[in-house]
Each structure stands twice: as structure tokens, then as C-alpha cells.
């Protein structure tokens, strides 16, 4: 008799790769602390210890200009200190002849005006603390204006307006910003 052969088939054992998640979880770590340190549309105005910037709810975005520092006992361009209030009286008709020295300092190092500059005026942001008087500000504005810097914004804080649902993502809450002066030129 013939005998039978049964042929048995040995099961395959299945091998699924893995998929190791450690290496896809760092990058995807990295990726989400880029993206929320790299994001916002504003940039950031370095604050000075000694200003605390007042409050408001609309503005524009800064851009890179100049910027004036003012506290009720200095004024600052830049990084340079220019001038020490204590004892000085401020007219908000004049010049500030020592700011309008610097400026003018600061004009003659722009090798190059555009047409746009040279036709509507340089552009500064000026950094006033809450404490600072009106007749200041106006003074360092008017001192401004005498030296071709006529596009002038003052920075303040953002808040949120409960009031007003915003249309666009902006700075986050108490974040600096600069919003543009509306007035003679």
C-alpha cells in the first residue's frame, strides 16, 4: 500500500516592524517649542526696567525704528542716556536741544534715505513710562517732528478688549506694542 504523505505546512510566524515613537516624539517636541517661541506677528519691543508702558487696546505693528526712551527723570535713544529731567522745565512748544542733537546725529549715520523717507519723515517709536507728563511727551514729539521724524508711534501695552472679539491674533495680553500718533505734522 501506498502510503499517504500528509504534508503539513509549518505556520509563518508574522513579523510586523515596529515603530519606535521616542525619536518621533523629540522632534515633534522641537517642532511644537519653535513654533510657539517663533510665533505672533509682532515683534517684541525690549522693555526698559524703569518704563512702565501704559495700557490700550488697538495699535499697529512695530517695526525696527529708533526709539526714545522717557521716565519722569531721563531721556534715553537707544541705549545712550541724553539727558537727566531733574530741575528741567519742559515747554511742549520747544525742542529738547540735547535730543534734537542726537537725532540729528542719527540722521547724518542713515548713509541713504528712500524717496518714501525723504517725501513722509523718518520713523521712531518712543517709549513714554505712565508716569511721564503730557508736556513731555509733546516736547520729545515736537523735537521729532523739527528733525524730519514725523512718522511717530508710542509704544504701549496691548490689553484685551472684552468688549471687542478680535478679527486677527495679535500680541498676547500685556505684550508691547507701538500705536501710531495722529495729529499735526
Known sequence: MISSTIFSEKQKKTVSPKLSLVALMDIFTILVFFLLLNSGEAQKIENAKFIKLPDSTKGD????????L???EEI??????????????????EVIEELSAE???????????????????????IMGDRE????LLKSVMTTCRANNFLNISLAVNRVVDTRIIPSSA???????????VQGEG
Do not use: C, R
Open 76 to 93: 534715553w535713544v537707544g541705549k545712550e542716556k541724553i539727558l537727566d529731567l531733574e530741575g528741567l522745565e519742559y515747554n511742549p512748544e
Open 132 to 135: 511721564v507728563p503730557y508736556a
Open 70 to 72: 522717557v521716565n519722569p
Open 61 to 68: 505693528v512695530p517695526h525696527e525704528e529708533l526709539m526714545i
Open 170 to 180: 495679535g500680541p498676547l495680553d500685556g505684550e508691547a506694542t507701538s500705536a501710531p
Open 103 to 125: 537725532l540729528l546725529g542719527h540722521t547724518e549715520k542713515l548713509e541713504n534715505l528712500t524717496p518714501f523717507q525723504e517725501a513722509n519723515g523718518l520713523a521712531v517709536i
